[in-house]
């Protein structure tokens, strides 16, 4: 049986833009093709992840594997964001990373 959290190296992806510096903001964030790591270091505080899209945002759940929150999907926009402030995070190679052909997402202003 494959370990749920197993990476593969030729298979992340690491073109991520991270805006922002409030405390909790990420040291790095990468993607597998399948999940997206959020390395945190050892985070004093644990912000919720909003994912941006098309319709808005919405909030996503996900496994703290430490140092990393690890979101079960990928996100080609998306906020950490803790009471008033927030992070924001951008896959610039998000088609590469997912398969999908598409654009790649709007910076916010």
């Not at 790095?28 to 808005?56: K, S």
């Not at 594997?65 to 402030?85: A, D, I, N």
Request: zero cysteines; aromatic letters at 12%; hydrophobic letters at 40%.
């Amino acid at each position: 049986m494959i370990h749920p959290f197993s990476l593969t190296p030729q298979r992340v992806h690491t073109h991520y833009t991270i805006k922002g510096d409030a405390e909790f903001r990420p040291l790095e964030v990468f993607d597998d093709g399948r999940f997206t790591w959020i390395d945190m270091g050892h985070p004093q505080v644990l912000p919720a992840v909003f994912m941006i899209d098309a319709e808005g945002s919405r909030l996503v759940n996900y496994l703290l594997h430490s140092p990393y929150f690890v979101v079960q999907r990928l996100m080609p926009h998306f906020l950490l964001k803790l009471g008033g402030t927030e992070v924001e995070v951008i896959n610039s190679d998000y088609s590469k990373s997912s398969g999908v052909q598409g654009e790649v997402p709007e910076q916010r202003p």
